[in-house]
């Protein structure tokens, strides 16, 4: 059973950063495509980064872009989502999910059914 355990959340002012961690356990992780979604309040779950079982290729929505940034360690298997000059429109609780598959294909990576495995989410509030 694959295991992902996400942590780094908290509140931050707007503009400020934040480092989301997801730690992987009880698979190969180094072999599983990695994602990271967020909910709002009231909102469905929408995508916000991707990243390749290597490292190398990495895909982030529009509303994020230039702001966040996914990378990951396979020594440690964990993924990590860099997020700065955060806004008020951020806040949400952010989760890791798991793509067995190994593929990463843009046109699927924002899917969440693409994904087998979820985190339990950790909050991010971005105050203005």
């Known amino acids: 059973q694959v295991q992902l355990v996400e942590s780094g959340g908290g509140l931050v002012q707007a503009g400020g950063a934040l480092r989301l961690s997801c730690g992987v356990s009880?698979?190969?992780?180094?072999?599983?495509?990695m994602g990271w979604f967020r909910q709002a309040p009231g909102k469905e779950r929408e995508f916000v980064a991707a990243?390749?079982?290597?490292?190398?290729?990495?895909y982030v929505a529009d509303s994020v872009k230039g702001r966040f940034a996914a990378s990951r360690d396979n020594a440690k298997n964990t993924v990590y989502l860099q997020m700065n000059n955060l806004k008020p429109e951020d806040t949400a609780v952010y989760y890791c999910?798991?793509?067995?598959?190994?593929?990463?294909?843009?046109?699927?990576?924002?899917?969440?059914?693409?994904?087998?495995?979820w985190g339990q989410g950790t909050q991010v509030t971005v105050s203005a």
């Open positions: 999910a798991a793509d067995l598959s190994g593929v990463l294909d843009e046109r699927y990576a924002r899917g969440s059914s693409r994904y087998n495995y």
């Open positions: 009880g698979g190969t992780f180094g072999t599983y495509v």
């Open positions: 990243v390749s079982t290597s490292g190398y290729s990495t």
